[in-house]
T-cell receptor
Framework: GDSVTQMEGPVTLSEEAFLTINCTYT??????LFWYVQYPGEGLQLLLKATKADDKGSNKGFEATYRKETTSFHLEKGSVQVSDSAVYFC????????????FGTGTLLAVQP | NAGVTQTPKFRILKIGQSMTLQCTQD?????MYWYRQDPGMGLKLIYY???????DKGEVPNGYNVSRSTTEDFPLRLELAAPSQTSVYFC?????????????????FGPGTRLTVL
């Protein structure tokens, strides 16, 4: 079945460092891809999404490009801040009528001042 | 506009006890979902609903039941709690108008309920 694999954490960076969190997927159809973020003590929030190949999702300085040829959707940010410390989840939706999401295991990002 | 709210925030149960996790959304979303999040794992779908009166099983439904009598509420019932049900439970909702295809609608999540079964 469909699945999402993302890099294990924790990822520890200094403020203003460059961030990459890798995400690859397996899907039989043409999924939509998402990054969700979970701040401490809160629920998940949508960070960005891409619905077709070569689409780039972006929000709050974060970007991810839907790469069909490498089945990847890596999250990047040029300069992280302490406030970016959170757990990041990559997810896909197979496009079915139920709009169900399949999540990766999450990557904890800790940004130090 | 409170979004998706869940109660309680924390709960400790003894094996064999039952409880209901409450979920309410005020966004008039037709789709609602229950997920569980185990340590080091991604979220797994337990049950979902595409509208009032319609529910269906997700990936890990055993040991749970749901009902959807109104658009706003989607409670999750644990009848005989087991240690394997120790987890963080998230409710989510989305507005979807399609009958098939797409899957691009944003899901909005509640803050979660942390359940421990001893």
């Amino acid at each position: 079945g469909d699945s999402v694999t993302q890099m294990e954490g924790p990822v520890t960076l200094s403020e203003e460092a460059f961030l990459t969190i890798n995400c690859t997927y397996t899907a039989t159809g043409y999924p939509s891809l998402f990054w969700y973020v979970q701040y401490p003590g809160e629920g998940l929030q949508l960070l960005l999404k891409a619905t077709k190949a070569d689409d780039k999702g972006s929000n709050k300085g974060f970007e991810a490009t839907y790469r069909k040829e490498t089945t990847s959707f890596h999250l990047e940010k040029g300069s992280v801040q302490v406030s970016d410390s959170a757990v990041y989840f990559c997810a896909l939706s197979d496009g079915g009528a139920t709009n169900k999401l399949i999540f990766g295991t999450g990557t904890l990002l800790a940004v130090q001042p | 506009n409170a979004g998706v709210t869940q109660t309680p925030k924390f709960r400790i149960l003894k094996i064999g006890q039952s409880m209901t996790l409450q979920c309410t959304q005020d966004m008039n979303h037709n789709y609602m979902y229950w997920y569980r999040q185990d340590p080091g794992m991604g979220l797994k779908l337990i049950y979902y609903s595409v509208g009032a009166g319609i529910t269906d099983k997700g990936e890990v439904p055993n040991g749970y039941n749901v009902s959807r009598s109104t658009t706003e509420d989607f409670p999750l019932r644990l009848e005989l709690a087991a240690p394997s049900q120790t987890s963080v439970y998230f409710c989510a909702s989305s507005y979807s108008i399609r009958l098939a295809g797409g899957g691009t609608d944003t899901q909005y999540f509640g803050p979660g309920t942390r359940l421990t079964v001893l």
